[in-house]
């Protein structure tokens, strides 16, 4: 069983940092004055990128008005970071990684994504992809190849990690192994990952010359007993 990985990936909200306070509350004042308010519920969509969220919500919508939403959330997103913070064992992974072997997978824009992670005191990566640079988003496995790509790895030799069906999902799309981490889902709802542990403080990384050796420690569910991670 391979405990080895060329890299690890990391998606960024409810995985690296917990934005959801500010974020509930950009999102909430758009609701409201949007007229879909008592009806909007953010944990149904965390994860998904701002068109796909305001399309739902509002599917009368041209594609220019549905920009026109997500541009208004976009810019009160950039703005209502004061209250984001880095989760738990988040600066203790990032500070262990060489920064050649990490990156982000995020379905944030890059801005806002910069934003919270100063915020958040956590160092920003070398490779972030967001929103900005892909035209398909998570589930599609489109954002972790191109983070690949860009750490000059084989998607197959990664470690993702991430907290939403849909980013797992992706991940798996790019064959990628995959480590769900506990959030706003259930077990149930992250069944598909390899393994699930209670968040990336978990994840303790020994660095080799050209590898990553992972080992879970901590509440986990994978599919061996023993606390070393391995790829199915």
């Not at 969220?53 to 208004?72: F, W």
Request: hydrophobic share 40%; aromatic share 6%.
């Amino acid at each position: 069983m391979n405990s080895s990985y060329s890299a690890i990936l990391l998606d960024l909200d409810g995985t690296l940092v917990d934005s959801y306070p500010d974020a509930e509350q950009c999102w909430g004042e758009w609701a409201d004055s949007a007229g879909v308010g008592d009806r909007f519920d953010l944990a149904r969509y965390y994860g998904q990128k701002r068109h796909d969220i305001v399309r739902d919500l509002l599917p009368h919508l041209s594609e220019e008005e549905i920009a026109a939403h997500a541009e208004h959330v976009r810019l009160a997103e950039r703005e209502y970071t004061s209250r984001v913070v880095a989760l738990t064992g988040a600066r203790r992974l990032l500070d262990a990684l060489p920064p050649a072997r990490w990156g982000i997978v995020t379905s944030n824009d890059t801005e806002v994504a910069k934003a919270r992670l100063t915020s958040a005191g956590l160092p920003l990566p070398g490779v972030l992809v967001s929103a900005d640079d892909v035209g398909h988003p998570k589930p599609h496995p489109e954002g972790f190849l191109l983070a690949a790509e860009r750490l000059g790895i084989a998607p197959g030799t990664a470690l993702a990690v991430d907290d939403s069906p849909i980013g797992l999902a992706a991940a798996r799309a790019a064959g990628m192994t995959t480590l769900a981490v506990r959030f706003r889902h259930d077990d149930a709802a992250l069944r598909d990952a390899d393994a699930i542990a209670d968040n990336v403080g978990d994840i303790s990384v020994r660095c080799t010359d050209d590898k990553l050796v992972v080992e879970i420690t901590g509440g986990h569910r994978g599919p061996t007993n023993s606390p070393q991670y391995s790829r199915r």
